[in-house]
């Protein structure tokens, strides 16, 4: 151990933390920059390591789609066909320095969000958003979606590449997002100055690459619709930052939270890239007319790294805007839910100043022993999908992770320490 | 009369005020659209009636920048004879529905934002934001501030307009107040989620413009760090709100406040084109480096016309993130800001939901009787010009108007009523 305590050693994951600069540098090919998507028919999901029979309706939907979309298999028969024989290759995004929101689908051929670490040289993917409603990640797969996916492929993906590569060293995420807090984002349900900004930034450049103006006024209009564009960034965000935090190695900071429609898993500091995992709670929160409660999947998707860092549900305070459409109440109950995380964060975060919480900064550091001993659970704001394949998203909410995840990576972090004492 | 009471009357002005819905629809060179600017050297000006002799440094050194502009002088000694001999026509902006920010200095061709309101069809221009620092409306008038004028008049006025023209009518800008209102805009100081808002909406139309990339990606670029660009157009939407509500021609709800930077002047519901006029103050607030509060200009501009319809000032709550900026404190400070200001203004505008203040809406109705029995005046949030002509922005804070406008008003009410009765 080279820290005497965990509170020693937990600073010093905070140091990092803060230091971390990511910086959105390039949109490519998933196949092109993840080693495991280049070969044989291979997909990431979201989540802890779960097997085809175990997987929910939203993540299933979204790897027949993912099997539509590389060719692999001519109709969705097929595709299931091909899963259930064990035919693919499964791995979770967060094995593979990526993220992805609910079923965390990416196959080779996605192109993925570029997010290096200008401090630490560590680098985060994620793949696009594809907006709101009957969308790939909430599992719908057939018709638009695949219509979506070509053409993120091939228009938005190689333009947003190209706008890029005029930028010096990309963009600098931290500044963007500073200013986007101030103006009601929390960067998991609610992303739109984000993406305006993201917008703002890239406008200029995107009409400077080649090409015709029918593709870049199509890219320019979809940025412009798509008001959780920047949560991918977000995320790629996050997990470039947590896992800058990870690599002191020791600590009892949370380091990824993640579900996959089954279970709920956590990484911390001082317990390397083991998972501890319990079964995912079901979110509750607003539907969209015609859905209700009993269609919702239950918990899925990487997209609870931003509570890991301290965004998202902790810093609800700094999206009241956001508290209606997840139906966790008004300007207070955003108050009480960030007063009530910062009991469970060690520190806060000075690039992300929240000007509705009198300017303090966003939580950072999640400590399990905060959370086993006061059993306070982080609140994620979550979209929720329809709990069977082919539908698409019905609503969004709020959800905690099990407790016994924090419970059980408590005791096996107190067994390593006493080990190595 | 109409109206049997003051209330009833105010009732029916608030119900034009929540009836307006302004679009904008395009953007024009003044000289087109405003008869008074089509003849000879005329310009109008911000706030009450004012000769060249007692216009105050911003003010004379934006009519020398216009004096070049339009090619009537050479030198800005040349200007200053033509405006000192009297060769000026000068007229307020509120006089020929316009308005402006700082010295509202505007002529026959520099391009104005044209907006119209789809429910009264009545026309508000105002001229396009310059940005911040050395501008004309702050009062610098030479060298980047004249090639950027020329440009605005070349390339962002024909540009925005060819934009516009793709909508179908224009854009609603209710509709992205009231989104920009969550994003912690008060639409004075701080515009710019709705500027972020603004471009989005443009983009694609604006690559869909004719014309070289190099004149699109200079438009976009320019709007993409430009803040306030959104002030100007809350403005002419304010004004085109205001008089609406003034065509009512009864009640005691101001429909105009504006600076000339020797006067502050209202304007009511009952007493039609009437000014009421007393000394303005001068703001109190932030200077950036190098100035202080000796150089400040005394209060100036028509933007005064945003704490009218009840944002801005009144809408402080919306925008904590301004308020460190102006030198307003916290966000504790906003919401006593706000709260004083619901007791002047009697409804409130549920088009304008403030997520910081639980969703109550915006101020609406600044009735002149509250003010003189409550002694309570409008807070307005105000840029700081330098008070010698040829620097501009040095500053920005906030400032109340002078209670004799008030008093005088409602002297002139109750005169009105009786001789009437």
């Known amino acids: 151990m080279t820290y005497a305590t965990l509170n020693d050693a937990n600073q010093a994951v905070i140091a990092e933390l803060r230091k971390a600069r990511p910086r959105l540098v390039d949109v490519k090919p998933a196949g092109s920059c993840i080693p495991f998507l280049a070969e044989g028919m291979s997909l990431l999901h979201a989540g802890p390591p779960i097997a085809w029979e175990d997987m929910t309706g939203p993540m299933k939907g979204a790897v027949l789609g993912a099997c539509l979309f590389e060719g692999w298999a001519g109709t969705a028969k097929e595709a299931e066909t091909l899963a259930s024989g064990g035919k693919i290759r499964f791995a979770p995004c967060h094995d593979n320095s990526a993220v992805g929101p609910m079923g965390g689908i990416t196959s080779a051929h996605m192109p993925v969000l570029v997010v290096k670490n200008a401090e630490h040289g560590n680098v985060a993917y994620c793949n696009l958003n594809e907006g709101i409603g009957k969308v790939m990640r909430f599992g719908a797969f057939e018709g638009e979606v695949q219509t979506r996916l070509a053409w993120m492929r091939d228009v938005l993906g190689p333009v947003m590449s190209e706008a890029l590569s005029h930028l010096e060293d990309g963009l600098d995420l931290t500044a963007m997002m500073a200013q986007a807090v101030t103006m009601g984002d929390e960067f998991h349900q609610r992303n739109i100055a984000a993406s305006a900004l993201l917008l703002r930034a890239l406008a200029a450049e995107i009409v400077g690459c080649g090409g015709d103006d029918a593709k870049r006024r199509e890219v ?6 798509t ?5 991918n960034i977000a995320m790629a965000y996050c997990k470039c930052v947590m896992d800058a935090g990870a690599k002191v190695g020791e600590g009892s900071i949370v380091t990824a939270m993640t579900r996959n429609g089954k279970d709920f898993g956590i990484r911390v500091s001082g317990l390397g890239d083991r998972w501890f995992t319990a079964p995912v709670n079901t979110p509750v929160g607003l539907f969209f007319t ?61 690039s992300f100043q929240i000007p509705t919480w009198d300017f303090q ?46 419970e059980q990576a408590l005791e096996a972090l107190a067994a390593a320490r006493s080990r190595s004492a």
Chains 1, 2 share one sequence.
Do not use: W
């Not at 700094?318 to 995380?341: H, K, W, Y």
């Not at 994620?380 to 992770?401: D, E, L, Y």
């Open 220 to 225: 320019l209009a979809f940025l412009g619709r």
């Open 227 to 231: 008001d959780q564009f920047f949560l």
């Open 290 to 350: 015609g859905y209700s409660q009993d269609d919702a999947n239950p918990d899925i998707g990487d997209s609870a790294i931003t509570e890991t860092l301290g965004i998202g549900g902790a810093a609800m305070i700094a999206a009241p805007g956001v508290t209606r459409f997840l139906g966790a109440g008004g300007f207070n109950d955003a108050l009480e839910i960030s007063e009530e995380m910062r009991e469970i964060y060690i520190e806060t975060n000075s």
């Open 361 to 406: 900064g966003a939580c950072l550091g999640l400590d399990i022993r905060r959370v086993v001993e006061t059993g306070i659970t982080p609140v994620i704001n979550t979209g929720i999908a329809h709990r069977k394949p082919g539908i698409g998203q019905v609503g969004a909410g709020t959800v905690r992770p099990p407790l016994a995840c924090f």
